[in-house]
């Protein structure tokens, strides 16, 4: 079962911020949190992960609460295109065993 | 373009029929997983091979079975197929153990079970 629990939709004007929150309350201290969206029925599309800080990277900003029991996902200026269901998944890196775990997701709808 | 190339993208057959999905990982990575996605069943994992050795099984059916070459390319056989095995097969690669780096989707085969 997912370990993360996310909004089934959300709503985003083109052109503003969109912020995808995920909880993830029963987080260990060596799990990681990574991102991943998947548009239509093409395959899983990474985005970012982290384990504490915040991260950044040319698709998408990480913030996770210090608590590391919550995380948020920002699409700084969303497009149509972003329009995808996100995943929140957690994992633990370095056991080459683990897979990823695909929850329900937030399917996320950038409106014009 | 993720790197990992998936072949056929469409595949059509009929119930009681094997199939051969091909699945080449990203340059360098060793750590090839097999996924299913299903209408009713999301993304589930089926399989995790690693430089050639099977590591980890999820939800693979006894009729479902597959290898990863010396070469790294892995391939899912599926046999006597079944109406509900129906779905978007997706193959992921990643660096290997011992790292956080993500795993890389391709763009899946799409089985159609008539």
């Known amino acids: 079962d997912a370990k993360t629990t996310q909004p089934p939709s959300m709503d985003c004007a083109e052109g503003r911020a969109a912020n995808l929150p995920c909880n993830h309350s029963?987080?260990?201290?060596?799990?990681?949190v990574y991102w991943y969206r998947q548009i239509h029925s093409q395959g899983p599309q990474y985005i970012i992960h982290?384990?504490?800080n915040n991260e950044t990277n040319e698709m998408a900003s990480l913030i996770i609460t210090e608590d590391r029991k919550s995380s948020t996902l920002i699409l700084p200026h969303a497009t149509l295109r972003d329009t995808a269901v996100y995943y929140c998944i957690v994992r633990v890196p370095f056991s080459g065993n683990t897979p990823l775990v695909f929850g329900k997701g937030t399917r996320l709808s950038v409106i014009a | 373009d993720s790197g990992v190339t998936q072949t056929p993208k469409h595949l059509i057959t009929a119930t009681g029929q094997r199939v051969t999905l091909r699945c080449s990982p990203r340059?360098?990575?060793?750590?090839v997983y097999w996924y299913q996605q299903s209408l009713d069943q999301g993304l589930q994992f089926l399989i995790h091979?690693?430089?050639?050795?099977?590591?980890a099984k999820g939800n693979i059916l006894e009729r479902f079975s597959a290898q990863q070459f010396p070469d790294l390319h892995s391939e899912l056989n599926l046999s006597s197929l079944e109406l509900g095995d129906s779905a978007l097969y997706f193959c992921?690669?990643?660096?290997?153990?011992?790292?956080?780096?993500?795993?890389?989707f391709g763009d899946g085969t799409r089985l159609s079970i008539l």
């Open positions: 340059s360098g990575d060793l750590s």
């Open positions: 029963t987080i260990s201290g060596n799990e990681y």
């Open positions: 091979y690693y430089n050639g050795e099977e590591r």
């Open positions: 982290g384990l504490k």
């Open positions: 992921a690669s990643s660096a290997g153990q011992g790292t956080s780096q993500p795993q890389h």
